[in-house]
Each structure stands twice: as structure tokens, then as C-alpha cells.
């Protein structure tokens, strides 16, 4: 079918389906039922000649009375989870080592060192040309440039 004769065929039937649509939705709240009688949005119609059913009122006090049994949160301890607790020891992060003319400087936690000197408690004992050895506490470490396989 050509497009452009689709396109007038749609207008032209949107007016005929307005029409329609409203004839349908107004006629559903002029309905045929019996005075006193109501149907609910998504049941089926009643046969003619019958009533709906009255729905009884619920009497909430009556579920005051009755026994329930014993609570089952009653008594239930309330159990706090542990999670591991992790040291205060400062990470070490060194960012580069350069090389020059005089001793060999480091960047350690973004500060530049060089050996002897002290950083978050810890001595850098020597610079090599990818890592540093620190001492902390008596015992020395070697840190690595970040993603050095080494």
C-alpha cells in the first residue's frame, strides 16, 4: 500500500474511532442495574433477576479475643555481626623514583623523600631503582611502583 494513501486512511478512520470510543465509556456508566444494586469495576455482570450478595462488616474487635500463641520475636537475641577490624597501619603508595646527579628521591604517599628520611613513622632505608625498603617498627618492607609485576 502506497504511504501516502495509508496516512489518509488513518486520519480518516481517527474521527469513526473517537466516536466510537466514546459511545462505549459513556454507555458504561448509564448500566442496567437494579436500584440499590452496585457492580464492582472488574466483575462480571449479574444475570437479571439476581442480587449481589451484601458483604459482611468485619468486627476487628473479635480478633482482640482470640489467642494467638506465643510472640516469635519474643526472646529472640539480636545477634550484632563482627566485622573484621583492620589496623591503623598507613598504606604505602610510591609514585615514582628519579634519579640524578645526587642521591636518588622517591614519592612516597605523595611526599618526595630521600634516604634517611622519616615518613608516617617509618625510615626509608634504601632507593633502588624500582622499589623502596622502609623500616617500620624494626622490620623492614619493600614497596613497589603501583602495577610493577617485580
Not at 84 to 95: D, I, R, T
Not at 105 to 131: C, F, Y
Request: glycine residues 10%.
Amino acid at each position: 500500500m502506497n504511504p501516502a494513501l495509508r496516512k489518509k486512511l488513518v486520519f480518516a478512520s481517527l474521527p469513526i474511532a473517537i466516536i466510537i470510543a466514546v459511545i462505549h465509556f459513556s454507555g458504561e456508566n448509564s448500566s442496567h442495574q437494579p436500584a440499590g444494586q452496585t457492580q464492582l469495576a472488574d466483575s462480571p455482570p449479574l444475570p437479571s433477576g439476581t442480587t449481589a450478595a451484601p458483604i459482611p462488616a468485619v468486627d476487628f474487635a473479635m480478633f482482640d479475643t482470640l489467642s494467638w500463641g506465643r510472640d516469635p520475636f519474643e526472646g529472640t537475641p539480636v545477634v550484632q555481626p563482627s566485622l573484621p577490624v583492620a589496623e591503623n597501619a598507613p598504606e604505602w603508595k610510591l609514585g615514582g623514583i628519579m634519579y640524578g646527579d645526587g642521591e636518588p628521591t622517591a614519592v612516597i604517599n605523595g611526599k618526595i623523600v630521600t634516604r634517611g628520611d622519616e615518613i608516617n613513622g617509618a625510615k626509608i632505608l634504601k632507593i633502588g631503582p624500582k622499589s623502596v625498603t622502609i623500616e617500620i617498627d624494626g622490620e623492614a618492607k619493600t614497596v613497589s611502583i603501583a602495577g610493577d609485576k617485580s
